[in-house]
């Protein structure tokens, strides 16, 4: 199976900083990558999919990027309500595995 | 609007079986399927498994095979995740989400917590 490896698994990062988040693949998986945030006790959602695309109504601070084995995600200016943790998650076939997580804070 | 309404939080002893529903309205059920996720208090994310509502078909992680069953029933458009001989690692929030295969999580259920417990 293919496992799915984020880099860091926390980081703490100043209100307006660039902040990057990187989602390793063990095997190519095309552009099949979403990544999901999840709040503080909230239901996961849906950030980003197909690597790139933002899924609607999220903010454009948002950006994905990446193909094959090696992704990222980028926030361009951290704002406080984006504190929450960051999962990949490979959809190309079963099993359709998460990243550990990046748990974001702010400094 | 899509909605997934999941049943209520379970307390169960080890050994025992759990069933949760999760129930689809707002978009045709059998043009979808639901995976279902869990998540252990203070861990990441897992994938448990994915069923087509259009056929049946499923797909189970391969530690959870032997022990799981997820079942959909049509005409109420409800999927139903069943996991069987429960032990103190199964406790977890578990989650339904609409997937048609290879493609993302887009919408979620609100989330069982499930207590195994003696």
């Known amino acids: 199976d293919i496992q799915m490896t984020q880099s860091p698994s926390s980081l703490s990062a100043s209100v307006g900083d660039r902040v990057t988040i990187t989602c390793r693949a063990s095997?190519?998986?095309?552009?099949?990558l979403a990544w999901y945030q999840q709040k503080p006790g909230k239901v996961p959602k849906l950030l980003i999919y197909?690597?790139?695309t933002l899924q609607s109504g999220v903010p454009s601070r948002f950006s994905g990027s990446g193909s094959g084995t090696d992704f990222t995600l980028t926030i361009s200016s951290l704002q406080p309500e984006d504190v929450a943790t960051y999962y990949c998650?490979?959809?190309?076939?079963?099993?359709?595995?998460f990243g550990g997580g990046t748990k974001v804070e702010i400094k | 609007q899509v909605q997934l309404v999941q049943s209520g939080a379970e307390v169960k002893k080890p050994g025992a079986s759990v069933k949760v529903s999760c129930k689809a309205s707002?978009?045709?059920?059998?043009?979808?399927?639901i995976s279902w996720v869990r998540q252990a208090p203070g861990q990441g994310l897992e994938w448990m498994g994915w069923?087509?509502?259009?056929?049946?078909?499923?797909n189970y992680a391969q530690k959870l095979q032997g022990r799981v069953t997820m079942t959909t029933d049509t005409s109420t458009s409800t999927a139903y995740m069943e996991l069987r001989s429960l032990r103190s690692d199964d406790t977890a929030v578990y989650y339904c989400?609409?997937?048609?295969?290879?493609?993302?999580?887009?919408?979620w259920g609100q989330g069982t917590l499930v207590t195994v417990s003696s």
């Open positions: 998650q490979k959809y190309n076939s079963a099993p359709f595995t």
């Open positions: 095997q190519g998986i095309s552009n099949y």
């Open positions: 989400a609409r997937m048609w295969y290879a493609a993302p999580l887009d919408y």
């Open positions: 069923i087509s509502a259009y056929n049946g078909n499923t």
């Open positions: 197909a690597a790139s």
């Open positions: 707002g978009y045709t059920f059998t043009s979808y399927g």
